[in-house]
Each structure stands twice: as C-alpha cells, then as structure tokens.
C-alpha cells in the first residue's frame, strides 16, 4: 500500500462545476497535510494546507480533513479551464527525519469549456 | 510571501561540466530546503534535505559525491551537479520551508540539458 495515494485521472469536469479531488494516507499519526498545483514544465505551488479535521476554505478551495478516515480531499467551485493542471496531495507524517513530506503521485485536472 | 528564488531557470552543457543550481529564500528564513528532481510524465523525487548548517541527508540511491549540496545559510543553499551526463538531464526543483509544520515553498526549478 502506498503512503498517499491519489486517483491518477484525468479527472473531467465541465467548467464552472466542483472539482472534487481525493487523497487517502496510510500514517495514523499525520499531522498536517497539503495541496499543491502543479502545471505541466512547471514546479508546484502551494493551494492550502490544513490541520485539523473539518473544512478549511479560500476562495474557491476547500480542504476537508477527516483523520478518522484518513483522507484529505480538496473541493474547487466554480472551475474554470485555468484550474487545469495535476494536483498534488502530501502528508506529514509523524516520526520522518526533517520531516519530509510524503507525495502523492498526483491527479490530473482537466476543466472542459 | 514565502518566496523561493531559483537560478538558473535552464542550463544546456556539455556533459563533463559541472552546474550549480542556487535556491534562495526571499522574505523568509529557511531551516530546511529539499531538492526534488522530476522527469517529464514523473512524480516528484526528493533527492535529499538540507538544514542549514549540517550535512545533506540523501534518499537511497542518490550519490552524494555528484550531487553536493551546500546550505551555508538560512537563506542560501546550493546543488552541484558534479560531471554531468546525459542521463542526469531532468527539471531540478528546490522547496524551502520555514519550520516542520510548515509548508514547503518551491522555487521556479532548473531545467538542466546535458548534450
């Protein structure tokens, strides 16, 4: 089993709809957790994080952390074909060295106009 | 803020040479940077950590001796990729980060060519 895993995609959704995207984790004990975005050639670039269970928003992002469960999913409304791009979800776990983030593999985004 | 600066943003050498890669940290200090390297269609691969002031530590089957990190201060470190060759052609990203429950900042990354 993976430590952070992500459904690859593409994950399609029509313009101006909730992009729903999905991470579950295997580490009981993570602390914090994040989501990047990362456009093709392009390095990522932090959307949010969050630390505790429930939701966070801003803007058009929601995480949503449920640490029973083990996932973390991030909501966009109102998509636009700009939010096109691969999303990656990494968690902190509790006991790294430095602690190091755990990647996901990354799930590709494509708006539809 | 939380910006990440990284030059060169893309380097073409022949392979023997050697390319230093700089990652500065902007408007924050950095007690940890990390370096990633990427290839196209890839995931991200954290190749090694660096705390300012102490040694690398390295991921399993990166070689220290090619690639030398230096974090000599809290804004400043460097990767040098010692002899390149072709194969070590790849997009390298640094991420810096303030402290352990923060988030990493990554700068603009370093599309390295060796011919």
């Known amino acids: 089993q993976k430590e952070v895993e992500q459904n690859s995609g593409p994950l399609s959704v029509p313009e101006g709809a909730i992009a729903s995207l999905n991470c579950t984790y295997s580490?009981?004990?993570?602390?914090?957790f994040f989501w990047y975005r990362q456009y093709s050639g392009k390095s990522p670039e932090l959307i949010m994080f969050?630390?505790s269970n429930g939701d966070k928003e801003d803007g058009r992002f929601t995480a949503q952390l449920n640490k029973a469960s083990q996932y973390v999913s991030l909501l966009i409304r109102d998509s636009q074909p700009s939010d096109s791009a691969t999303y990656l979800c990494?968690?902190?776990?509790?006991?790294?060295?430095?602690?190091?983030?755990?990647w996901g593999a990354g799930t590709k985004l494509i708006i539809k106009p | 803020g939380a910006v990440v600066s990284q030059h060169p943003s893309r380097v073409i050498c022949k392979s023997g040479t050697s390319v230093k890669i700089e990652c500065r940290s902007l408007?924050?200090?950095?007690?940890?940077m990390f370096w990633y390297r990427q290839f196209p269609k890839q995931s991200l691969m954290l190749m090694a950590t660096?705390?300012?002031?102490?040694?690398?530590?390295?991921e399993q089957g990166v070689e220290k001796d090619k690639f030398l990190i230096n974090h000599a201060s809290l804004t400043l470190s460097t990767l040098t990729v010692t002899s390149a060759h072709p194969e070590d052609s790849s997009f390298y990203i640094c991420?810096?980060?303030?402290?352990?429950?923060?988030?990493?900042?990554f700068g603009d990354g370093t599309r390295l060519s060796i011919l």
């Open positions: 991420s810096a980060r303030q402290a352990q429950d923060q988030p990493q900042h």
């Open positions: 408007d924050f200090q950095a007690t940890t």
């Open positions: 660096s705390n300012e002031g102490s040694k690398a530590t390295y």
């Open positions: 580490d009981r004990g993570s602390q914090s």
């Open positions: 969050i630390y």
């Open positions: 990494a968690v902190n776990p509790q006991g790294r060295s430095n602690y190091q983030l755990i």
